[in-house]
């Protein structure tokens, strides 16, 4: 092979071992010790704080309002976390929402970076900084779906969508509810992530709450007796599919339209 | 006669009438397309001959069959299925290639089995005739009248009037120039609020963070200046307009629920979890995403509405539960001519 | 095998002794049309409008326009035991509890929605090939009456519903009445007969509207229109030497062209039972009923009003208002001005082109839209400005989608609707002149090459001795 033909393909092989090495490694992101204990504990979730929220929330969670360069010159700044409770901890950590890579982004659903062990550490240690909430326990099938659906449209469609599929409101993205477990529904419910409103037990009662979950559950899969949903987004899907479908009647003019060669 | 007769009867018809036609095609066959035709007819031909096609024939018939297949599948499928199990795809897909079969059929007896032809013919031309005797049939009819703008005038008054007689019960389909209910509310001084269920409001549910409905306890809900929207503001944030100090107790604020741009209901709100990096609470309208603070009475911070939200002045009565302590700051709903002229009542 | 031609006869005299039709019939059944697909695209809209007809009847016999109140007690879990007004419970109804009505429900929704992109398309064919120029400039008027009908048509008939969706539509199509300057306060109310939502009987309005008055209007335009057509006959492209201003050349009706019509009304009325079977649209049991007090995210209206949620999105908070008069409400630009403004900019169009050209002759021959260069670059420029602003309107769910934020998409639209058409504007012309220009230079190369062969030739025969 000429050297003319050398150079660019090991150039090429460089960059696909350098990718592969770089998406090999452990994931990144989370600072975690050496060696962990087999079980949960408030003490590993100390350490994992102290690695990875303390630049943001502060020695045990305290908070830092005002935003300035920590560990890694990473700026952070982030709402104290004493009595938040074990509920808001596993809201966040399990959805993916926090660690937060930049102070400014907005929390979304992010695959979950930590064990299922060290998410229950980090919590057991949250809820130990000061008492707060505890992990809600919903009951779906206790709940009414038609009563959900109205509570649903009545709180909640107006930044969710009537069947969950999310939208805007001025500022943020407003998530889908769709793979959400009923823990996590009631978790946000009750707390009120980033710019979700709280809604306490006295305006949504627990019962009224499994209603709710209950529907946003059934959102997962919407009655579609009309045939393929096209998404379940309304009129923009319908009318990319009536332009498609207007396309393709021109074409059977043209079809049509032709004339026998004489 | 037994039925055998009867069979061999129609069977001695039918292969007669096979072989006489074989007979005709064969001697067709060996003659050219004019011959033939001047055999059936001596008169002159509009559209002219063309070779069968007897392949695509049959096709088409094929086709034909199939359309009426799936057509008749249609009913099967209808006849079979309660209305609750009736599956919509099923039924749609049947009668749609149904459809699609006789139209198939149909553009391949259009392409093969009836002659194309291409003709010539003149554009329709103009008339300067019959427009000339147009025009002069028209003067000359009128040619007898002497005082010709007076009937016209008349004419006119007594048409135009009429036309706007005949218009005029189009006026009962709702107030005219009495705009006085786009001015009206159901609230006022001492009503109580009630949520979706009618239990009254009380202060103490009201918590920051989160957002109420409201309705007033009497009148009707579906006017569209009966529903609000209550939230609660740190007492210390409240950026009020002057004169409306007294209007948020305890930092309880009620606005109108309707927004003042295009009338879709307010049932957004955002919260912020971290002041420091989120943006102020908002009430936002999802429509066209008109932003309104509730701590500087309602103003907008964003997106297209003209008018800021009215506000409602809240009370806590004796018992603890929220009343109105007079009307909205401003009309309620969207904007019209006089939405600035008059005070909400 | 033909049957023999005494037997036609005789049914042809049975008609024409009753009906004096003869004459017409004879002409009728010869009326040529141009041999170009393009000519179909109008017909695709109108067979539609058939399969609205008659999808329609079905509906209007099973909806219930009323907004009296009832509780919903069908299969249909999450809204049982809900309240909702009689005309919702009829459509749920219709669309859970009767068979067949659900898929006839669909195909109606689809062909409404088909029936106007035919429209838009078949308006852009008539635009770029100035088949609206002398003498058919009343067919264009026609034509834009019959687009902007259909639109409030179509409106009114989602909006029958009384669903969360097209609830929340009809407020913002009463706050874009009430914003006509002066009058819109008095207009509204007398419309809706209350303020918003109106009285009960503003159902039944809508309701008579849409399933009688609309479709009569639209009906005999759709005549008006296609008798104009056939009055002055189609229009055609220049395909060769016998095309020309004064002769038409093209397929009788009978019997090239009467197989593919029927043809292409089956095929559109296969695609939309299809679409009816297959796609789910508007599925109001998802929404929930309407109240004034609840909202949904994401609600739009149906695309063909698309354009007038883009308008209204993109205007920057203000009311026209002159001391405590408000003069011009804000959702006037978006909801009204804009849709009158393209109305009229479309409708003058044949006159100012003929001002501007100078050009007053009647044409039947069709320009290619590179020989009108800067009528094209207009419609693109004009078309593209409109179709910038009817993207705008989806513009929170390409948030949704790809992230990109509402806020960016907003200031870059408010300039981009600007900027790009007049950039397509100079594009587009610039385009076309040079596609002329090289079918120029391909003429005279084509000439040049002939003269030159000739000139060989007779080099030749002088060279060869004559016998």
Redesign the interface.
Known sequence: MSRRRLIPLATALAALVGAALTLAQPQSGIVRPTTEPPRESVKLGAELYAGNCASCHGIAGSGILRPRPGAGNVIGAGPPLKGVGAAAADLYLRTGFMPLPDIHAQPELRRVLLSDKEIRSLVAFVASLAPGPAIPRPDPAAGSLASGFSLFTEHCAGCHQAVAQGGFVTGARVPPLHGLTAVQIAEAVRIGPYLMPRFSAAQISDAQLNSIVDYVLSTNRPDNPGGWAIGNIGPISEGILAWLTGIMLAIACIGLGRRLKR | MSIWRWLAGAAVLLIGRILRRRRVSREDAGKSPRETSADRTQERRNVPEWAPARGTELVVAVLLLLGGLFAAGFVVVYAEFSAAKLPNELLGACIALSVAFIALALALFAHRLVPTEELEEDYPQEHPEEQREVAEIVASAGSRITRRRLLLGTGSIAGGALGLATLAPVLSLGPLWYTAPLFRTPWRRGTRLVDESGRPLSAAVIQEGSYYTAFPERGDRENIGAPLVVVRVEPSQLRLPAGRAAWAPLGILAYSKICTHAGCAVALYRKPTFRVVEPEPALVCPCHYSTFNPATGGSVIFGPAGRPLPQLPLMIDAAGNLRAAGNFSGPVGPSWWGVRLGRAR | M?AP?ARRTAAAAIVDERTSSAPALRKAL?Y?FP???????G??ALYAFITLILTGIYLALFFHPSLAKTVYHG????????QVSEAYKSVIEI?????????IR??HH?AA??F???IV?HLMRVFFTGAFRKPRELIWLIGLILLFTSLLEGYLGYSLVDD??SG?GL??G???L??V??????L??????????G?DLFES?MYIAHVFLLPALLATLIGVHLALVA???HTQFRRDR?HT????????LF??Q???S??????????????????????V????PY??????????????L?WL?GA??L?????V?IG????V???FW??AGFPLFVLLVLAVFPWVERRLTGDRLAH?LLDRPRDAPTRTAFGVAFLGWVFLIFVFG?A??V??LW?IS??TLLNVFRVAIWVLPLGAFFLVRRLCRELQASERIELERERAEAEAAQVEAELQAQARPVV
Request: net charge positive.
């Open positions: 033909s031609p010869r040529l041999d170009h697909w393009s000519f179909l695209l017909e695709i299969p249909y879990a999450p809204l049982r035991g809900a669309s859970f509890s009767q068979k067949a009505g659900l898929l669909q195909t689809w929605d088909v106007v992109v035919a398309v969360l969706l929340m407020a913002i009463y706050s874009v009430l914003s300057p002066i009058i819109g306060g008095p509204g109310l007398l419309l809706f007969g209350a303020p918003f939502p009285k309005r009055a002055r006959h016998r201003e004064r002769k038409l050349v093209g397929v009788p019997p090239g009467a197989p593919r029927l043809a292409l009304m089956l095929v559109v009325a296969a695609a939309l039972l299809l679409l009816g079977g297959l796609v789910q649209i508007n599925p049991w998802q929404w929930g109240e004034p007090w609840l909202a949904s995210n994401g609600a739009q209206p149906d695309w063909y698309g949620i209204l999105r205007m920057p908070s203000f009311d208002v405590h008069y408000t003069l409400p804000n959702p978006g909801g039947n989806a929170d769910r948030y949704v992230g509402y806020e």
